[in-house]
């Protein structure tokens, strides 16, 4: 197994609150990871380090080390567009652009200079396949994706990231503006992507921590509780914080 | 009777106040439209539209004018238009909080403030002499693009405010840089608004009259403009220049042109209504 990310010594400040506790932590490649953690824990703003959205935080300030293959993400060299294009984030309520579903998918890579439309076709279709999405808007690509609903557009989101070929997928609470049917189907599709990408999904849902991701950690105000195997972690947690958590006792 | 009930009828007393106060406006204004009407409708007519102006009443034309108009219109247009949103876009995308902003933000209301006269002399200052434009159509479109400026940004800005952070988080979330962010996603999501007050600052300028008789705009021109550089009339001076004489003919004239000048600034006003309306139902966020 191969480590893809990794969090070394990780603090975070909003100005002089502290949201996240030194955290050290590493992430399996081509697996799925769920953060859990009841609301306000600092699940969000872990998640947003690795493809620094932290940065259009005024107050935000970071100590510690975040690697991407082994690389330091925060250093000086980096240049955050291209950085972004190997990790794609998905957001909690679907957000897609004003624009046709073609487009929609089409704008990562448009803004990476691909005008070759037999290129564009082809890649907007294969990610509208892996996001389960293409059979049910393939004679429909030039109407606006605003008329898609709340789950539909959800996978357009997560299509729209995929077509740029990420190898990370981070996922901020997906599903949790979809009905039980869209979940399921974003689930399902969450499950096939770890074949082929790194994913980090925060959920809400024991549930959905528990049918899909392979590993599970457990925060608690800004603390790292624990980290391990998702089978272990819901069948026989260490902490008893983590216990109460996952059977509902507080939330 | 109790409390409730009188504060009842007091709510009905001010409901009707309220009618009574908006009727007055559109009724004083129904009251000159028709007035207007009344005694111009009759003279618009082909001649009156194509022919040269006159010193007799009756052979007197309006081309000159609204050709002139237009000229202005178009050149007001591509002066303010680049002009404004750029300045929008800098104001509300990039130098948000700097001191160099809050400067121009405060002026920029201040300008709005500014009697439009007072444009007029700086547009004789500025572009008429100090850059050698003369009294040319050049020189007044500037004027008057100076004069709309303020109206085009912060209609823009308004705009630029009103897309939702989750666009541009999603379009930085996808390796787009600032400038791909405002130019692919949120300059269209934006654009209906931005058009909205790019109209009303033109209709604006089509009525204005002070600024261009400042700059040395004639009210007889006996030819039609055929460059930017040619002096030129408008609608509103024309208009002006025949209702200070004392024919009542030329206030037929006057009229007539009046309910041209009306038909264009009310065919621009509708305009930007429908767009508003139009991007407002495709962007419903
Ligand atoms: N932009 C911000 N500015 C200041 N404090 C913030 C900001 N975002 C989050 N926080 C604070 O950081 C803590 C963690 O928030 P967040 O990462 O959103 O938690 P979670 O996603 O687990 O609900 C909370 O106490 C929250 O109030
Ligand atoms: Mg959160």
Not at chain 1, 149 to 159: D, E, K, P, T, W
Not at chain 1, 206 to 219: E, G, L, N, P, V
Not at chain 2, 143 to 152: K, M, R, Y
Not at chain 2, 197 to 217: D, K
């Amino acid at each position: 197994m191969k480590n893809k990310l990794e969090a070394k010594n990780v603090s975070v400040f909003y100005d002089d609150f502290q949201a996240l506790n030194n955290i050290n932590m590493s992430f399996e490649e081509n697996a799925v990871t769920a953060l859990i953690g009841p609301s306000g824990c600092g699940k969000s703003t872990y998640l947003r380090l690795f493809n620094r959205m932290n940065d259009y935080i005024e107050s935000f300030r970071l100590e510690g080390e975040i690697l991407i293959d082994k690389k330091n993400i925060y250093n000086k060299n980096i240049i955050v567009e291209d950085l972004r294009k190997n990790i794609g984030m998905v957001f909690q309520k679907p957000n897609p652009f004003p624009k046709s579903i073609f487009e929609n998918v089409a704008y990562g890579l448009r803004i990476q200079g691909i005008k070759n439309k037999a290129i564009l076709r082809i890649k907007v279709r294969k990610a509208l396949q892996q996001a389960a999405l293409w059979d049910e808007v393939k004679n429909d690509l030039d109407k606006s994706a605003l008329t898609l609903s709340g789950g539909q557009q959800q996978r357009l989101c997560i299509a729209r990231t995929l077509a740029v070929e990420p190898s990370i997928v981070l996922m901020d609470e997906p599903t949790s503006a979809l009905d039980p049917i869209a979940t399921a189907k974003v689930e399902k599709l969450i499950y096939e992507l770890k074949k082929e990408y790194t994913i980090i999904i925060v959920t809400h849902n024991m549930q959905q921590a528990k049918r899909i991701s392979d590993y599970t950690a457990f925060f608690y105000m800004g603390d790292l509780i624990e980290y391990n195997k998702t089978e272990h972690i819901f069948t026989n947690p260490t902490h008893d914080r983590t216990q109460n958590y996952i059977t509902g006792r507080f939330g | 009777m109790n409390n409730s009930k009188v504060n009842r009828i007091k709510d009905k007393a001010f409901n009707y106040f309220g009618i009574f106060c908006t009727l007055i406006g559109l009724v004083i204004l129904a009251f000159f439209i028709g007035n207007i009407f009344y005694d111009g409708i009759t003279r618009i007519d082909w001649d009156f539209l194509t022919a040269l102006p006159s010193r007799k009443a009756e052979k007197a034309g309006i081309l000159t004018a609204w050709v002139g108009s237009i000229w202005i219109v178009v050149f007001t247009f591509l002066i303010v238009v680049p002009l404004g949103i750029a300045a929008g876009i800098y104001l509300e995308e990039y130098g948000k909080k700097s001191k160099l902003s809050e400067l121009l933000e405060v002026n920029i209301s201040n300008l709005a403030g500014v009697p439009s006269v007072i444009y007029g002399l700086l547009g004789l200052e500025i572009f008429v002499r100090v850059l050698g434009m003369g009294n040319s159509i050049l020189a007044g479109s500037f004027t008057l693009a100076l004069l709309v400026l303020p109206i085009v940004i912060v209609s823009s800005r308004e705009a630029l405010k009103a897309v939702p952070k989750s666009i541009r988080l999603a379009s930085f979330a996808l390796g787009s840089s600032k400038w791909q962010t405002i130019w692919h996603q949120v300059l269209p999501a934006s654009f209906g608004g931005i058009l909205t007050g790019v109209i009303l600052a033109i209709s604006r300028a089509v009525g204005e009259t002070a600024p261009l008789i400042v700059i040395g705009a004639l009210a007889y021109v006996p030819f039609t403009p055929s460059s930017p550089m040619d002096e030129f009339t408008v609608l509103p001076i024309q208009i002006f220049n025949w209702i200070s004489r004392p024919q009542h003919e030329f206030t037929v004239n006057a009229a007539a042109a009046i309910i041209v000048l009306l038909i264009i600034t009310f065919t621009m006003n509708g305009i930007a209504v429908y767009f508003r309306n139009k991007w407002q139902k495709k962007i419903n966020w």
